[in-house]
């Protein structure tokens, strides 16, 4: 998932509320790729608009977002944290971090976590039962 390449998927409900999708990666331990969480986030009017128009530059933001994404591997919600976006140009999704806090979530994706978890999560999403991101 990392590194998807797809024109952006931007949403506006009632040019009130919008909301841009990117990937929170997750570094593995002594491995060159990382794991992805395919995500949604929140943005003001100005930076989405900015992001419609250049959403292939890496030119802008990074921008604040919250995340609207429930990660249902993590047990506590990840629904509303604080997050960046970062642009990558060349038609890939912006890499979003998650504020560095308590979080499982911030935890694992400022100081990685390895291959066995990694395998873990995979398996977790491969069990249909779980649903969900």
């Not at 009632?14 to 841009?20: R, S, V, W, Y």
């Not at 604040?64 to 642009?87: H, K, P």
């Not at 060349?90 to 979530?105: A, D, F, K, N």
Request: glycine letters at 8%; aromatic letters at 16%; a negative charge.
């Amino acid at each position: 998932m990392v590194g998807s390449s797809l024109l952006p998927t931007p949403v506006s409900i009632d040019n009130e509320d919008f909301f841009i999708r990117g990937v929170i990666e997750i570094p593995i331990y002594d491995y060159q790729k990382s794991l992805g969480f395919g995500v949604w986030m929140s943005q003001k009017r100005e930076n989405y608009y900015t992001y419609l128009e250049k959403f292939d530059s890496s030119e802008i933001g990074p921008f604040f977002g919250w995340l609207c994404t429930n990660i249902a591997y993590y047990e506590e919600e990840t629904l509303l944290q604080q997050t960046m976006a970062y642009f990558r140009g060349e038609e890939l999704r912006p890499s979003i971090e998650v504020e560095s806090t308590e979080h499982p979530l911030a935890i694992d994706q400022h100081n990685g976590i390895s291959l066995e978890k990694a395998w873990e999560i995979v398996h977790f999403y491969m069990d249909s039962s779980k649903g969900g991101t």
